[in-house]
Each structure stands twice: as C-alpha cells, then as structure tokens.
C-alpha cells in the first residue's frame, strides 16, 4: 500500500531558529501533498498544499512566509518552519495520495517544541 | 464550502458491542469520497474505510461498516464487536477539489 515517511518525530529547537520538516511518498508519485497542523485534542487544520514544481498554495490565516514550503520532487516535500516561536509549538502531519480513490495517507506527525 | 460535522465528541462502547459514530456532510461536488480514520495516542492517521459516492452499497471491511445515506449526507460508522483497540479518536472525512476535509473528531472510549 501506499507509504508515506516524514521525519524527524520529534524536534525541540530554540525561539529565533528554523526547523525543517521532510515528508516522502515511499512507493508511489506524489504530485500533490498536504500539510496539516493538529493542537491537542482537535482536528486536523489544513496549512498548505504542497505542488511539485510550483509554489505551494496556502490556507487563509497561514503565514506563508514563516512556514515554507518545498515540493522539488515527485516523493519529497519538505515544511520549513521559518525563526520558530513557543505559539508556533505543535504537531504537524503531512499527506499524500496516488488517487482520490484509494485514500489518502499520513506520515506519522512530527512533534515540534519551540523553547 | 465543504463542510463535515461530527456531532459526538465522545462516545463510550462496552467491549463485545457495538457502537455507531455519526457524521454529516454538505458539497456541491457530485464526484467525491468519503473516509474514516483513526488516530490513536501514537497520532497516526489509520484509514479505517472509504466510501464512493457513486456507489449506492455501503462499504465494509470487517468489523466496520458504514451507513451512507446520500440523500441525507450522513455517513455514520458502525463498529460491531468492539475491542480495546478500537479506543481512539476517529475523523470523518470528505474529498474536496484536491484534499480531505476533516470533522472535528469523535473520541470512542472501549469499557472492558
């Protein structure tokens, strides 16, 4: 079935830095991936879609400066996210799919901690 | 606007039964998906199942099934003989133009 990898798990990092997220589709194309950002015990807020080879699109209210976005690859995108603050602290998934039809797939999240 | 709406923000099954978890949609779209995740405490999204919209018969895969009434645009889970497993948040979900549409969740507690 389809796989879709995303590392690291966790990160702490320190107020003023950048953290990067990667987000790969194993064993299929991804042209399209998601980003989405859960706060505890909530759903999941879509932030961005990720294209590859062109800018991503973003969600209303999503600074697309501070959370950047790269789709370099058929398998890779990766979320930046830019001089990190503590409100900027949460888990963020990504997603992918080879078609509508067969669902779409998750990475297992990486919890991020802004110190 | 897509919107899905979870209106059981918990629910509470005693092992062995059967519970059924309740959603509702609203699209303008006539080609579309519908799913079922899980997310248990390690918060990894888990498809449990996925519906056609142009398919008039229910989908199921073991021990879950849905209840598509596409008129209504209610898309309810039934979990028949619950396990401890089972305990987790699930999402109902809706394909928009190009992504998921997700619910507010619904978190299902399994008594021994």
């Known amino acids: 079935g389809a796989v879709v990898s995303q590392h690291p798990s966790r990160v702490i990092c320190k107020s003023g830095t950048s953290v990067k997220i990667e987000c790969r589709s194993l064993d299929f194309q991804a042209t399209t991936m998601f980003w989405y950002r859960q706060f505890p015990k909530q759903s999941l807020m879509l932030m961005a879609t990720s294209n590859e080879g062109s800018k991503a699109t973003y969600e209303q209210g999503v600074e697309k400066d501070k959370f950047l976005i790269n789709h370099a690859s058929l398998t890779l995108s990766t979320l930046t996210v830019t001089s990190a603050h503590p409100e900027d602290s949460s888990f963020y998934i990504c997603?992918?799919?080879?078609?509508?039809?067969?669902?779409?797939?998750f990475g297992s999240g990486t919890r991020l901690t802004v110190v | 606007a897509q919107t899905v709406t979870q209106s059981q923000p918990e629910m509470s099954v005693q092992e062995a039964e059967t519970v059924t978890l309740s959603c509702t949609y609203d699209?303008?779209?006539?080609?579309?998906?519908l799913f079922w995740y899980k997310q248990p405490p390690s918060r990894q999204m888990i498809l449990v199942i996925r519906q056609e919209a142009y398919k008039q018969q229910n989908a199921t895969e073991n021990r879950f099934s849905v209840n598509f009434q596409k008129a209504a645009k209610s898309f309810s889970l039934k979990i028949s003989d619950s396990q401890l497993g089972d305990a987790a948040m699930y999402f109902c979900?809706?394909?928009?133009?190009?992504?998921?549409?997700f619910g507010t969740g619904t978190r299902l507690t399994v008594i021994p």
């Open positions: 699209t303008s779209e006539s080609d579309y998906y």
């Open positions: 979900a809706q394909t928009g133009a190009n992504n998921l549409f």
């Open positions: 997603s992918a799919s080879p078609g509508r039809a067969h669902g779409y797939t």
